[in-house]
Structures are given as structure tokens and as C-alpha cells.
């Protein structure tokens, strides 16, 4: 038996934010599975900080995004500095991505892409206070997008036939990459739209965006039967794309959803510049839905100083170079004044209506 200590770095998340989807330390806690399953202590714990009389043979540090890593080192040398005798291991995103980079934390270990003894265990949800579950129905992607590292991390597409005897909670959450490229989804919508738990009808979303050239009719209305919410299309690439993505929107309708209530995902800060970005949302706002808008970092930058607040440069934050940081600013600013119009019905955007709309 041995003592197990679970870390997640005191990553910059938003306090209201800490439970989110987005960010809850899934391998962490699958982790927590196995490792109880094989007769360990085990304590999770957020942020760096000392746990009492538990004293860890091994320490296991997540990492998140690469431009987070400070975050990481600073984890590794509180840990090590306060249980010398720990076996510290660093895994997680950044640790798969940059190796060589996270080594030089001064960790024992650097764990590179996904731990299969973890994988087959569920996650432990009793060390969190969520009302969700976290479900891959499948591993990697069959794309290879340069703007993501899914494909050197997961480089094997792995599906799942079913997800039935997993669900455990009347809200799910998938993380697949490319959740409608499993050859078997229309099974697992299936196995949803008849699912239960406390008597209730479960309810699923996706943590990313559809990848929309796989949608179909069919599949649009599986979606919906499978009482899956707030759809994201992912319009990756440029504005001559807007007739594709329409058609993908117009499939989702018949299916059943309002406009309002799906979203288009969009990359900003890269190769499309921000006249060609201001375009595709104004397409957006033509079709009614809202725009869920991700900045661009490269997969090897290991800084994120951005504030909206002030004028910047690439020394605080990554500028890519078809852009300038008022540009990057404002952009971000008119996606979030166009989803609120949208959101509430508004005729244009002004700061009273949305204080209006808040109540």
C-alpha cells in the first residue's frame, strides 16, 4: 500500500469557474480510481499546499495548457521541497507536448500521453463536488489540425461501441476531440436518448466543438432525440467556408434547435486575419446563433500574459503576425457584445441592456 498524493496546480482559473467542465482534473481522478482499486491512500488536492500527517510516497502533478507551465514548475518545487522522500511525476498536456521542457522542473518522471491503467478505471467523483459526469466515447481524432495537439498526444483513434453501463449522472459531458467521428455514434445517441439515472433523462453536451463535415440530417436528429444541448459547430477554416457551415446550422434546426442556442466555434489570432474573422461573425449574427471564439497560442508557448485592459505587445502575450494586439482585443470584445444581443434578443448591443438582461 502506498500514499498517493493527486495534484492540480494553482492554474489561473476564475473562483466560479473551479468546477468547470472545461478544466476538472478527469485523469486526476482516474487516477484516484485505480490507484484505491489497488489498495492506495490517495488525497487530491488544488493548488500547492501542505496535507497534514499524509505523508505521499508519490506525488502526481497534472498539467493543462502548455503557456500554463509556470504554473507546473512552481507545483514541482513546493512538492519537493516539502517531501523530499515523494517520487514526483508530471503528466497531463503540457507534460505530452513539451517533455524535454517539463523535465527541467526538476520532476522525477515526465508521463507522456494517456496512462492505459488510468483509462480503464472510472473517474472518482467523490474527491469533487460536480453535478456531472466527464465520458470519452473516443480517443484522438482522425484530423490533424495544425492548430491542435490532439493527434500527437492521442495519435491512435480509439472508439467505443457503447457508453451505456457508464452513465452514472443525468448530465454528461463528452471530451472526445471528434465526438461524431466514433463509427459507432449513432448507437451511443441512441443509447442516450433511451437513458436514465434517478428516474430522470439524462442530458449530454459536448466539451468541444462538432466537427460539422461529418454532421448529417440523421445525425442532427439523433442529437436531439439524445437530449444533447448547446451544439458547437467548429468553422476552423476561412469565409469561403460560410455556405458549408450555413448548411450545417440549417440540419440542426430542422432537427429541432433554435439558433440562439448553438454556437460557431471560431479561431482567432491565426492565419485568418481579423477583417476575415469580423466577417465570419457577422455571419453569425445573420444565421442568429453565438460565437464561441478561442485564441490562438502555438503548441510550444509557454507564457500567457494577456490582458484586455491594456495595450500589449508579443513580448506578453502570442500576437500571430496577420494580427495586431487592438485587433485581437477587439474582436474578442465584439463577439462577446454580438452574443449578448443575440442571447437576449437584443436590437444592438448597449451596457444597460445587458446589466437588463443579467437580472
Same mark, same amino acid.
Given at each position: ?8 496546480p494553482?492554474?489561473?482559473i ?5 468546477n ?12 484516484? &480510481? ?7 491512500? =490517495?488525497?487530491?488536492? !488544488? %493548488? ?5 500527517? @499524509? #505523508? ?23 512538492y ?45 467523483? &467523490? ?7 466527464? =465520458?470519452?466515447s473516443? !480517443? %484522438? ?5 495544425? @492548430? #491542435?495537439?490532439t493527434?500527437k ?27 461524431l ?12 436518448k ?7 433523462a439524462?442530458?449530454s ?26 451544439? !458547437? ?39 485568418h ?48 503576425q ?21 442571447r ?16
Amino acid at each position: 500500500m502506498s500514499k498517493i498524493l493527486l495534484v492540480e496546480p494553482g492554474f489561473p482559473i476564475p473562483a466560479k469557474s473551479k468546477n468547470h467542465r472545461d478544466f476538472l482534473p478527469v485523469g486526476l481522478l482516474k487516477l484516484a &480510481s485505480y490507484h484505491k482499486a489497488n489498495g492506495d491512500k =490517495v488525497r487530491l488536492v !488544488r %493548488g500547492d499546499k501542505l496535507v497534514g500527517e @499524509f #505523508c505521499p510516497d508519490e506525488i502526481k502533478i497534472t498539467s493543462l495548457f502548455t503557456y500554463w507551465s509556470k504554473y507546473v514548475w512552481d507545483s514541482v518545487k513546493f512538492y519537493k521541497k516539502n517531501y523530499p522522500r515523494a517520487h514526483i511525476t508530471v503528466g497531463g498536456i503540457y507534460a505530452s507536448l513539451m517533455p524535454d521542457h517539463c523535465k527541467q522542473s526538476e520532476c522525477d518522471k515526465v508521463f507522456v500521453g494517456v496512462d492505459p491503467k488510468a483509462e480503464a478505471s472510472a473517474p472518482d467523483y &467523490s474527491l469533487v463536488d460536480v453535478d456531472y459526469q466527464i =465520458v470519452h466515447s473516443s !480517443r %484522438g481524432c482522425v484530423r490533424k489540425c495544425k @492548430f #491542435c495537439g490532439t493527434w500527437k498526444i492521442e495519435p491512435e483513434f480509439i472508439p467505443k461501441k457503447s457508453i451505456k453501463d457508464e452513465i452514472c449522472s443525468n448530465r454528461v459531458i463528452f471530451y472526445d476531440n471528434n465526438l461524431l467521428a466514433n463509427p459507432y455514434i449513432k448507437d451511443i445517441l441512441d443509447e442516450l436518448k433511451n437513458a436514465k439515472c434517478n428516474g430522470r433523462a439524462v442530458y449530454s453536451e459536448s466539451q468541444c466543438g462538432i466537427d460539422g463535415r461529418l454532421l448529417t440530417p440523421e445525425l442532427a436528429k439523433l442529437l436531439k432525440q439524445a437530449h444533447f444541448l448547446n451544439p !458547437r459547430i467548429a468553422w476552423d477554416h476561412g469565409y469561403s467556408q460560410r455556405q458549408m457551415i450555413k448548411k450545417q446550422i440549417e440540419m440542426l434546426i430542422e432537427a429541432g434547435y433554435r439558433a440562439k442556442e448553438m454556437y460557431v466555434f471560431m479561431i482567432s489570432n491565426f492565419e485568418h486575419d481579423f477583417y476575415e474573422m469580423l466577417q465570419k461573425i457577422k455571419e453569425c449574427k445573420k444565421w442568429g446563433v453565438q460565437t464561441a471564439d478561442c485564441r490562438y497560442r502555438p503548441l510550444n508557448q509557454t507564457f500567457d500574459n494577456y490582458n484586455p485592459r491594456v495595450a500589449q505587445t508579443s513580448a506578453d502575450y502570442f500576437i500571430h503576425q496577420n494580427w495586431m494586439d487592438w485587433q485581437v482585443k477587439l474582436f474578442r470584445r465584439k463577439v462577446r457584445e454580438q452574443n449578448i444581443v443575440i442571447r437576449h434578443g437584443f436590437e444592438s448591443y448597449n451596457r444597460e441592456l445587458e446589466r437588463l438582461g443579467r437580472k
